[in-house]
Protein backbone atom coordinates (compact mmCIF):
# COMPACT_ATOMS: atom_id res chain seq x y z
CA UNK A 1 0.00 0.00 0.00
CA UNK A 2 1.66 3.10 -1.22
CA UNK A 3 1.83 6.22 1.43
CA UNK A 4 -1.47 8.18 0.88
CA UNK A 5 -2.62 11.68 1.58
CA UNK A 6 -2.32 12.59 5.14
CA UNK A 7 -3.56 15.37 7.84
CA UNK A 8 -0.88 14.10 10.33
CA UNK A 9 1.66 16.48 11.22
CA UNK A 10 2.95 14.96 14.39
CA UNK A 11 0.86 17.30 16.12
CA UNK A 12 0.44 17.12 19.61
CA UNK A 13 -3.16 16.39 20.61
CA UNK A 14 -4.17 17.99 24.11
CA UNK A 15 -6.09 17.21 27.19
CA UNK A 16 -9.90 18.55 26.21
CA UNK A 17 -9.92 17.33 22.53
CA UNK A 18 -11.68 14.64 20.89
CA UNK A 19 -10.71 11.08 20.08
CA UNK A 20 -12.56 9.20 17.63
CA UNK A 21 -12.24 5.50 17.83
CA UNK A 22 -13.23 3.39 15.04
CA UNK A 23 -14.95 0.05 16.62
CA UNK A 24 -16.80 -0.41 19.60
CA UNK A 25 -15.99 -3.51 21.51
CA UNK A 26 -14.54 -4.14 24.89
CA UNK A 27 -10.96 -2.35 23.83
CA UNK A 28 -12.60 1.15 22.68
CA UNK A 29 -14.84 0.75 25.91
CA UNK A 30 -11.53 0.43 28.14
CA UNK A 31 -9.60 3.19 25.77
CA UNK A 32 -12.70 5.65 26.11
CA UNK A 33 -12.79 5.52 29.84
CA UNK A 34 -8.83 6.02 30.40
CA UNK A 35 -9.50 8.72 27.94
CA UNK A 36 -11.84 10.72 29.72
CA UNK A 37 -9.33 10.07 33.18
CA UNK A 38 -7.18 12.50 31.32
CA UNK A 39 -9.64 14.85 29.78
CA UNK A 40 -10.66 13.97 26.87
CA UNK A 41 -13.57 12.97 25.08
CA UNK A 42 -14.04 9.79 22.69
CA UNK A 43 -16.19 9.28 19.87
CA UNK A 44 -16.86 6.11 19.09
CA UNK A 45 -17.81 4.73 15.06
CA UNK A 46 -19.08 1.43 15.15
CA UNK A 47 -21.47 0.01 12.70
CA UNK A 48 -23.41 -2.07 15.73
CA UNK A 49 -26.39 -0.48 18.21
CA UNK A 50 -25.45 -0.72 21.79
CA UNK A 51 -21.99 -1.25 21.42
CA UNK A 52 -19.73 -1.91 24.36
CA UNK A 53 -17.48 1.46 23.72
CA UNK A 54 -21.03 3.37 23.16
CA UNK A 55 -21.96 2.68 26.68
CA UNK A 56 -19.35 4.91 28.21
CA UNK A 57 -18.73 7.44 25.25
CA UNK A 58 -18.80 11.04 24.85
CA UNK A 59 -20.77 10.27 21.49
CA UNK A 60 -21.16 7.49 19.48
CA UNK A 61 -21.95 7.17 15.27
CA UNK A 62 -23.58 3.96 14.29
CA UNK A 63 -23.21 3.51 10.80
CA UNK A 64 -21.25 1.10 8.60
CA UNK A 65 -17.75 2.12 7.79
CA UNK A 66 -18.45 2.75 4.23
CA UNK A 67 -20.89 5.80 4.70
CA UNK A 68 -18.90 8.39 3.28
CA UNK A 69 -21.22 11.08 4.60
CA UNK A 70 -21.36 9.90 8.12
CA UNK A 71 -17.16 9.22 7.92
CA UNK A 72 -17.30 12.92 6.86
CA UNK A 73 -19.19 14.15 9.84
CA UNK A 74 -17.13 11.89 12.35
CA UNK A 75 -14.28 13.23 10.99
CA UNK A 76 -15.21 16.98 11.18
CA UNK A 77 -16.17 16.19 14.96
CA UNK A 78 -12.94 14.59 16.46
CA UNK A 79 -8.89 15.51 16.60
CA UNK A 80 -7.64 12.57 16.41
CA UNK A 81 -8.31 9.01 14.88
CA UNK A 82 -7.92 6.00 15.38
CA UNK A 83 -9.19 2.17 15.96
CA UNK A 84 -9.71 -0.91 18.25
CA UNK A 85 -9.63 -3.95 16.01
CA UNK A 86 -8.51 -4.57 12.32
CA UNK A 87 -11.02 -5.65 9.94
CA UNK A 88 -11.83 -2.09 9.12
CA UNK A 89 -11.44 -1.27 5.29
CA UNK A 90 -8.98 0.37 4.45
CA UNK A 91 -10.96 2.80 2.50
CA UNK A 92 -11.95 3.58 5.36
CA UNK A 93 -8.73 4.81 7.17
CA UNK A 94 -7.52 6.09 4.11
CA UNK A 95 -10.55 8.25 3.60
CA UNK A 96 -10.11 9.62 7.45
CA UNK A 97 -6.27 9.63 7.18
CA UNK A 98 -6.46 12.76 4.44
CA UNK A 99 -8.52 14.87 7.07
CA UNK A 100 -7.23 13.82 10.68
CA UNK A 101 -4.28 12.74 12.15
CA UNK A 102 -4.99 8.75 11.98
CA UNK A 103 -2.85 6.72 13.91
CA UNK A 104 -1.58 4.70 13.89
CA UNK A 105 -1.51 5.53 10.07
CA UNK A 106 -3.80 3.17 7.31
CA UNK A 107 -0.02 1.57 6.27
CA UNK A 108 -0.15 -0.46 9.47
CA UNK A 109 -3.50 -1.57 9.70
CA UNK A 110 -3.45 -2.48 5.56
CA UNK A 111 -0.42 -4.63 6.63
CA UNK A 112 -1.49 -6.60 9.87
CA UNK A 113 -4.64 -7.17 8.39
CA UNK A 114 -3.70 -10.48 6.21
CA UNK A 115 -1.75 -12.83 7.72
CA UNK A 116 0.41 -13.45 4.61
CA UNK A 117 1.19 -9.74 4.31
CA UNK A 118 2.46 -9.46 7.87
CA UNK A 119 4.50 -12.62 7.78
CA UNK A 120 6.02 -11.52 4.41
CA UNK A 121 6.95 -8.09 6.18
CA UNK A 122 8.25 -10.30 8.71
CA UNK A 123 10.47 -11.64 7.04
CA UNK A 124 11.84 -9.46 4.94
CA UNK A 125 12.60 -6.95 8.50
CA UNK A 126 14.37 -10.49 9.54
CA UNK A 127 11.86 -11.15 12.22
CA UNK A 128 11.19 -15.16 13.11
CA UNK A 129 8.23 -16.66 12.02
CA UNK A 130 6.46 -20.21 11.56
CA UNK A 131 7.27 -21.55 8.74
CA UNK A 132 4.05 -20.80 6.17
CA UNK A 133 2.90 -21.36 2.78
CA UNK A 134 0.55 -19.62 0.24
CA UNK A 135 -2.06 -21.84 -0.15
CA UNK A 136 -4.26 -18.98 -2.46
CA UNK A 137 -6.97 -21.94 -3.79
CA UNK A 138 -8.25 -25.69 -2.73
CA UNK A 139 -6.35 -27.18 -5.10
CA UNK A 140 -2.70 -25.70 -3.56
CA UNK A 141 -3.42 -27.56 -0.05
CA UNK A 142 -2.55 -31.22 -0.80
CA UNK A 143 1.48 -30.26 -1.52
CA UNK A 144 1.79 -27.48 1.01
CA UNK A 145 0.58 -30.24 3.35
CA UNK A 146 2.99 -32.66 1.58
CA UNK A 147 5.59 -29.75 2.23
CA UNK A 148 5.14 -28.64 5.26
CA UNK A 149 3.99 -32.07 7.15
CA UNK A 150 1.39 -32.67 9.72
CA UNK A 151 0.31 -31.36 11.88
CA UNK A 152 0.01 -28.15 10.47
CA UNK A 153 -2.70 -25.02 10.58
CA UNK A 154 -4.90 -23.83 7.73
CA UNK A 155 -5.81 -20.20 8.58
CA UNK A 156 -7.66 -17.64 6.39
CA UNK A 157 -5.30 -14.99 5.52
CA UNK A 158 -8.33 -12.10 5.87
CA UNK A 159 -10.84 -11.39 8.67
CA UNK A 160 -9.69 -14.37 10.85
CA UNK A 161 -9.54 -13.78 15.15
CA UNK A 162 -10.12 -15.37 18.06
CA UNK A 163 -9.36 -18.74 16.46
CA UNK A 164 -12.37 -18.25 13.70
CA UNK A 165 -10.93 -19.56 10.25
CA UNK A 166 -8.69 -21.90 11.44
CA UNK A 167 -8.54 -26.00 11.09
CA UNK A 168 -5.74 -28.31 12.67
CA UNK A 169 -4.47 -30.62 9.54
CA UNK A 170 -4.16 -33.42 11.76
CA UNK A 171 -3.93 -37.24 11.09
CA UNK A 172 -6.24 -38.58 8.25
CA UNK A 173 -8.88 -35.09 8.18
CA UNK A 174 -10.10 -34.98 4.74
CA UNK A 175 -8.62 -31.74 3.24
CA UNK A 176 -11.39 -30.40 1.20
CA UNK A 177 -13.26 -30.71 4.45
CA UNK A 178 -10.71 -28.56 6.34
CA UNK A 179 -10.48 -25.80 2.97
CA UNK A 180 -14.70 -25.78 3.55
CA UNK A 181 -14.19 -25.31 6.99
CA UNK A 182 -11.76 -22.74 6.98
CA UNK A 183 -14.10 -20.25 5.04
CA UNK A 184 -11.63 -18.07 2.99
CA UNK A 185 -11.10 -17.43 0.04
CA UNK A 186 -7.51 -17.66 0.42
CA UNK A 187 -5.40 -19.49 2.62
CA UNK A 188 -2.09 -19.89 4.66
CA UNK A 189 -0.94 -23.38 5.65
CA UNK A 190 1.61 -22.85 8.85
CA UNK A 191 3.80 -25.82 10.80
CA UNK A 192 2.20 -26.39 14.07
CA UNK A 193 4.73 -25.10 16.40
CA UNK A 194 5.35 -27.41 19.64
CA UNK A 195 6.05 -24.43 21.98
CA UNK A 196 7.67 -24.60 25.58
CA UNK A 197 5.02 -20.98 25.70
CA UNK A 198 3.18 -18.63 24.12
CA UNK A 199 3.81 -14.99 25.11
CA UNK A 200 3.14 -11.53 24.03
CA UNK A 201 4.50 -8.17 24.27
CA UNK A 202 2.87 -4.91 24.04
CA UNK A 203 5.37 -1.45 22.60
CA UNK A 204 3.47 1.71 22.85
CA UNK A 205 5.06 4.80 20.17
CA UNK A 206 4.43 7.83 20.12
CA UNK A 207 4.92 10.82 17.16
CA UNK A 208 8.34 11.29 18.10
CA UNK A 209 9.86 7.86 18.08
CA UNK A 210 9.74 7.38 21.65
CA UNK A 211 8.91 3.91 22.89
CA UNK A 212 7.91 2.25 25.88
CA UNK A 213 7.56 -1.37 26.66
CA UNK A 214 5.62 -3.61 28.77
CA UNK A 215 7.31 -6.66 29.77
CA UNK A 216 6.24 -9.77 28.29
CA UNK A 217 3.66 -11.78 29.76
CA UNK A 218 2.27 -15.62 29.25
CA UNK A 219 -0.85 -16.55 27.46
CA UNK A 220 -2.80 -19.35 27.57
CA UNK A 221 -5.52 -20.29 24.90
CA UNK A 222 -8.40 -22.63 25.06
CA UNK A 223 -9.69 -23.26 21.88
CA UNK A 224 -7.98 -21.08 19.92
CA UNK A 225 -9.06 -17.78 22.49
CA UNK A 226 -7.26 -16.40 24.83
CA UNK A 227 -7.73 -17.71 28.51
CA UNK A 228 -5.32 -16.92 30.75
CA UNK A 229 -2.68 -14.23 30.71
CA UNK A 230 0.01 -15.09 33.70
CA UNK A 231 1.95 -12.11 34.78
CA UNK A 232 5.44 -12.35 34.02
CA UNK A 233 5.86 -14.62 31.56
CA UNK A 234 7.73 -17.66 33.05
CA UNK A 235 11.02 -17.28 30.72
CA UNK A 236 14.56 -16.26 31.10
CA UNK A 237 16.03 -13.39 30.78
CA UNK A 238 17.55 -14.09 27.35
CA UNK A 239 13.72 -14.98 26.08
CA UNK A 240 12.91 -11.60 27.68
CA UNK A 241 15.44 -9.65 26.12
CA UNK A 242 15.05 -11.21 22.14
CA UNK A 243 10.84 -10.74 22.51
CA UNK A 244 11.49 -7.37 23.55
CA UNK A 245 14.25 -6.06 21.02
CA UNK A 246 11.69 -7.67 18.22
CA UNK A 247 8.91 -6.09 19.40
CA UNK A 248 10.93 -2.48 19.27
CA UNK A 249 12.17 -3.54 16.15
CA UNK A 250 8.51 -4.30 14.31
CA UNK A 251 7.54 -1.19 15.87
CA UNK A 252 10.37 1.32 14.35
CA UNK A 253 9.79 -0.19 11.01
CA UNK A 254 6.23 0.22 10.74
CA UNK A 255 6.77 3.40 12.16
CA UNK A 256 3.94 3.10 14.45
CA UNK A 257 2.54 5.40 16.40
CA UNK A 258 -0.01 4.02 19.12
CA UNK A 259 0.34 0.58 20.53
CA UNK A 260 1.18 -2.79 19.03
CA UNK A 261 0.93 -6.21 20.36
CA UNK A 262 3.31 -9.20 19.09
CA UNK A 263 2.16 -12.35 20.14
CA UNK A 264 4.92 -14.99 20.37
CA UNK A 265 5.56 -18.73 20.63
CA UNK A 266 8.91 -19.50 22.34
CA UNK A 267 10.45 -22.95 21.23
CA UNK A 268 11.69 -25.87 23.79
CA UNK A 269 15.11 -24.56 22.24
CA UNK A 270 14.46 -20.61 23.53
CA UNK A 271 14.11 -19.45 20.16
CA UNK A 272 11.42 -16.50 19.86
CA UNK A 273 8.58 -17.06 16.84
CA UNK A 274 6.45 -14.29 15.87
CA UNK A 275 2.60 -15.76 15.41
CA UNK A 276 0.59 -12.27 14.76
CA UNK A 277 0.23 -8.87 15.26
CA UNK A 278 -2.54 -6.68 16.65
CA UNK A 279 -1.78 -2.50 16.07
CA UNK A 280 -3.86 -1.57 19.09
CA UNK A 281 -4.85 -2.58 22.45
CA UNK A 282 -4.78 -6.17 23.13
CA UNK A 283 -6.53 -8.82 25.31
CA UNK A 284 -3.00 -9.86 27.08
CA UNK A 285 -2.61 -6.16 28.04
CA UNK A 286 -5.77 -6.05 30.08
CA UNK A 287 -3.59 -7.03 33.26
CA UNK A 288 -1.89 -3.57 33.14
CA UNK A 289 -5.44 -2.04 34.48
CA UNK A 290 -4.67 -3.40 38.25
CA UNK A 291 -1.13 -4.58 37.99
CA UNK A 292 0.74 -1.36 36.00
CA UNK A 293 1.72 2.18 36.68
CA UNK A 294 0.02 2.91 33.12
CA UNK A 295 -2.68 1.17 31.86
CA UNK A 296 -1.98 0.13 28.18
CA UNK A 297 -5.75 1.73 27.87
CA UNK A 298 -3.77 4.90 29.01
CA UNK A 299 -0.83 4.51 27.34
CA UNK A 300 -2.47 3.88 23.71
CA UNK A 301 -4.69 7.38 24.59
CA UNK A 302 -0.89 8.67 25.42
CA UNK A 303 0.63 7.44 22.16
CA UNK A 304 -2.10 8.30 20.01
CA UNK A 305 -1.77 12.01 21.41
CA UNK A 306 1.97 12.64 21.59
CA UNK A 307 1.70 12.83 25.10
CA UNK A 308 4.80 11.45 27.46
CA UNK A 309 4.64 7.91 27.79
CA UNK A 310 3.65 6.87 30.86
CA UNK A 311 5.78 4.16 33.10
CA UNK A 312 4.91 0.33 32.29
CA UNK A 313 6.18 -0.69 35.29
CA UNK A 314 4.10 -3.13 37.03
CA UNK A 315 3.97 -3.00 40.86
CA UNK A 316 2.19 -6.70 41.03
CA UNK A 317 2.10 -9.92 39.63
CA UNK A 318 -1.12 -11.07 38.30
CA UNK A 319 -3.09 -13.30 36.65
CA UNK A 320 -6.04 -12.08 34.43
CA UNK A 321 -8.59 -14.55 33.12
CA UNK A 322 -10.97 -13.84 30.32
CA UNK A 323 -15.21 -14.83 31.16
CA UNK A 324 -15.68 -16.28 27.81
CA UNK A 325 -19.48 -17.17 27.36
CA UNK A 326 -21.50 -18.28 30.71
CA UNK A 327 -18.30 -18.04 32.74
CA UNK A 328 -19.69 -14.71 33.16
CA UNK A 329 -22.02 -15.92 35.57
CA UNK A 330 -19.89 -16.75 38.28
CA UNK A 331 -19.53 -12.63 38.86
CA UNK A 332 -21.70 -12.71 41.81
CA UNK A 333 -18.63 -15.17 43.08
CA UNK A 334 -15.59 -13.13 41.85
CA UNK A 335 -17.07 -9.75 43.52
CA UNK A 336 -17.04 -11.67 46.96
CA UNK A 337 -13.21 -12.47 46.17
CA UNK A 338 -11.16 -10.16 47.79
CA UNK A 339 -7.85 -10.99 45.58
CA UNK A 340 -9.79 -10.00 42.30
CA UNK A 341 -10.91 -7.12 40.37
CA UNK A 342 -13.95 -7.55 37.83
CA UNK A 343 -14.58 -5.90 34.67
CA UNK A 344 -17.72 -6.25 32.93
CA UNK A 345 -18.17 -5.08 29.21
CA UNK A 346 -21.90 -4.54 28.90
CA UNK A 347 -22.90 -7.04 26.51
CA UNK A 348 -26.37 -8.65 26.71
CA UNK A 349 -25.81 -11.64 25.23
CA UNK A 350 -23.75 -14.76 26.91
CA UNK A 351 -23.13 -16.61 23.04
CA UNK A 352 -20.58 -19.23 23.37
CA UNK A 353 -16.93 -18.18 22.12
CA UNK A 354 -17.85 -14.58 23.75
CA UNK A 355 -15.53 -12.12 25.35
CA UNK A 356 -18.08 -10.84 28.08
CA UNK A 357 -15.77 -9.56 30.80
CA UNK A 358 -12.21 -10.58 32.28
CA UNK A 359 -10.94 -10.54 36.01
CA UNK A 360 -7.58 -9.84 36.82
CA UNK A 361 -5.92 -11.44 40.47
CA UNK A 362 -2.72 -9.35 41.87
CA UNK A 363 -0.65 -10.90 43.78
CA UNK A 364 2.79 -9.18 45.58
CA UNK A 365 5.52 -8.63 42.71
CA UNK A 366 7.86 -11.43 42.70
CA UNK A 367 6.41 -13.45 44.88
CA UNK A 368 5.95 -16.43 42.97
CA UNK A 369 9.38 -17.51 41.19
CA UNK A 370 9.76 -18.76 37.70
CA UNK A 371 9.24 -22.14 37.22
CA UNK A 372 5.65 -22.37 39.64
CA UNK A 373 2.10 -23.00 38.73
CA UNK A 374 0.12 -19.83 39.71
CA UNK A 375 -2.88 -19.99 37.43
P1 LIG B 1 -3.88 -16.93 16.03
O1 LIG B 1 -5.28 -16.55 15.64
O2 LIG B 1 -2.97 -17.07 14.88
O3 LIG B 1 -3.34 -16.02 17.10
O4 LIG B 1 -4.00 -18.35 16.72
C1 LIG B 1 -4.68 -18.56 17.93
C2 LIG B 1 -3.97 -19.61 18.76
O5 LIG B 1 -3.92 -20.86 18.05
C3 LIG B 1 -2.53 -19.28 19.06
O6 LIG B 1 -2.41 -18.38 20.12
C4 LIG B 1 -1.99 -20.68 19.37
O7 LIG B 1 -2.38 -21.12 20.66
C5 LIG B 1 -2.68 -21.53 18.33
N1 LIG B 1 -1.85 -21.56 17.12
C6 LIG B 1 -1.95 -20.74 16.06
N2 LIG B 1 -1.02 -21.00 15.12
C7 LIG B 1 -0.28 -22.01 15.60
C8 LIG B 1 0.86 -22.75 15.11
N3 LIG B 1 1.40 -22.49 13.90
N4 LIG B 1 1.37 -23.74 15.89
C9 LIG B 1 0.81 -24.03 17.10
N5 LIG B 1 -0.26 -23.37 17.61
C10 LIG B 1 -0.81 -22.39 16.89
Redesign the pocket.
Known amino acids: MAETKSADRGQVILPGAVIGVLGGGQLGRMTAMAGARLGYRVHTYCPDRDSPASHVSWHNTVAAYDNRTALKAFAESVDVVTFEFENIPSATTEYLAALKPTRPKPQVLYLTQERLREKRFLASINVPT?RFLDVGRQEALEAAVKALGRPA?L?SAEF??D?KG?VRIDGDIDLFEAWVKMGGDVGIL????D?AR?ISVIVARGPDGATAIYQPVENQ?KN?ILDTTIVPARVSETVVSRAEAIARHIAQEIDLVGLLAV?MFVTHENDVLV??LAPRPHNSGHWTIDGAITSQFEQFVRAVCGLTLGSTERHSDAVMKNLIGDEVNGWRELLGDPGVKLHLYGKAEARPGRKMGHYTRLSPKNAARNGDDRR
Request: charged residues 30%; proline residues 0%.
Open positions: TIKGYGQEAFVFEHHENE
